[in-house]
Nanobody, 122 residues
Framework: QVQLVESGGGLVQAGGSLRLSCAASGGTFSTKTIGWFRQASGKEREFVGGISPSGGRTDYADSVNGRFTISRDNAKNTVYLQMNSLKPEDTAVYYC???????????????WGQGTQVTVSS
């Protein structure tokens, strides 16, 4: 059993930056793929990006590629989502999730955090 807690969300102006953290407890964090997803009001949850257990592989949605960066520190059981050049359309609740393989589909992730709100003002 893995528990995930996101933090770092907030209100930022367009063009600004935020860094989200996903802290894990329980289970074997270093063996888990971590995915970041977001869900805007009235929309379906969508894949933002993910990172392999070792951190050697990352994958990003086209909409954030080049602006967002995912990294992990297995010694601290934490994954980070660095978000730069934020746009109003990035406004959403952001979730981290743990699973066995790096995929864009939410259903392959077993454990989920409670989410953190990111609001980007124009």
């Amino acid at each position: 059993q893995v528990q995930l807690v996101e933090s770092g969300g907030g209100l930022v102006q367009a063009g600004g930056s935020l860094r989200l953290s996903c802290a894990a407890s329980g289970g074997t964090f270093s063996t888990k793929t971590i995915g970041w997803f977001r869900q805007a009001s009235g929309k379906e949850r969508e894949f933002v990006g993910g990172i392999s257990p070792s951190g050697g592989r990352t994958d990003y949605a086209d909409s954030v590629n080049g602006r967002f960066t995912i990294s992990r520190d297995n010694a601290k059981n934490t994954v980070y989502l660095q978000m730069n050049s934020l746009k109003p359309e990035d406004t959403a609740v952001y979730y981290c999730a743990a699973g066995g393989i790096l995929r864009t589909t939410p259903t392959v992730y077993t454990y989920w955090g409670q989410g953190t709100q990111v609001t980007v003002s124009s």
